[in-house]
């Protein structure tokens, strides 16, 4: 028993983990008794307000840089990685 702690605050943390078992104790019986199972997982309805989305995004684009755009570009990175 520590020296630095009264009787009441160690009876207090002896009935606070009493309690914390007996509340996990009686968690479990109940959802054994009641069948707990994971729920499952129901698929999404479209809603009728919305309309209908689709599943395509737009085209890909790409843009061939210059040698001196490539350099700034390379240079920028840099100074951004060196913080």
Do not use: K, Y
Not at 27 to 55: E, N
Not at 71 to 83: C, E, I, K, S, T
């Amino acid at each position: 028993m520590p020296e630095h702690a009264p009787t009441l605050q160690l009876i207090g943390v002896v009935v606070l983990a009493v309690a914390a078992v007996a509340w996990t104790v009686v968690l479990m019986r109940l959802l054994r008794r009641t069948g707990f199972q994971t729920p499952t997982r129901c698929t999404p309805t479209a809603l009728p307000a919305l309309p209908s989305q689709r599943r395509t995004g737009p085209a890909l684009e790409s843009v061939e840089l210059t040698p001196a755009e490539q350099d700034a570009f390379a240079g920028l990175v840099r100074q951004l990685a060196n913080g």
